[in-house]
């Protein structure tokens, strides 16, 4: 019987991975796999490198260790968005002798043609992702040539002269500071790293 790890992944706490799971199971099932462990990132860009994907760092430790012989996702950019990761990832699983299924591409790298796709997938999924991008960039420097102001607006000079004379004192700490005032501690933070050393 084929031991294999789910891998469910959503960019914001207010989505779900029921759903990535639910399918994912009736496949195992269905194959007869013995679904060995889930893996679950709620609130992380597919962006993020593994280092900043807990469960997908878990997943690549246990594969290390040899917990399984597959890992089951329900599409390539649940596993991640950049090329040079998804190969790198599929490299790794493969010299580990471990197999991927992807729900959505129908995608098996048991086989030639499944290698293949994964590759051509990952290709489209960083184009993609290079395009949201460059729309983005557009769109910035369309607002700018419009006089737009682009940012957060600055904060009033007598809240910051507040913030300064609190911060030289020295009794509070920045979230303290942060909350009597009522800013974002990230506005403590620019305040403090603009005062002279």
């Not at 390539?76 to 699983?93: A, M, Y």
Request: charged fraction near 25%; proline fraction near 3%.
């Amino acid at each position: 019987m084929r031991r294999v790890a789910l891998y469910t992944r959503v960019s914001t706490d207010h989505q779900t991975t029921a759903n990535q799971e639910r399918e994912l199971r009736e496949i195992a099932a269905r194959m007869n796999w013995e679904i060995v462990n889930v893996y679950c990132d709620h609130g992380v860009s597919g962006a993020k490198g593994r280092d900043m994907r807990p469960a997908f760092d878990a997943l690549c430790k246990d594969a290390a260790r040899r917990r399984f012989d597959m890992v089951m996702a329900w599409s390539v950019d649940r596993l991640g968005r950049s090329l040079q990761d998804l190969l790198g990832f599929l490299s790794e699983l493969h010299a580990l002798g471990i197999d991927l299924f992807l729900h959505q591409q129908g995608l098996d790298t048991t086989t030639p043609a499944g290698r293949a796709m994964f590759q051509m997938m990952g290709v489209f999924a960083e184009f993609e992702r290079a395009m949201i991008r460059e729309r983005v960039k557009a769109g910035l420097v369309r607002a700018r040539a419009q006089g737009k102001a682009l940012g957060r607006p600055p904060i009033d000079t007598k809240t910051e002269a507040a913030i300064r004379k609190a911060l030289q004192k020295g009794k509070l700490g920045i979230r303290k500071i942060a909350a009597t005032l009522n800013v974002g501690v990230g506005t403590v933070q620019r305040v403090k790293a603009a005062l002279p050393a």
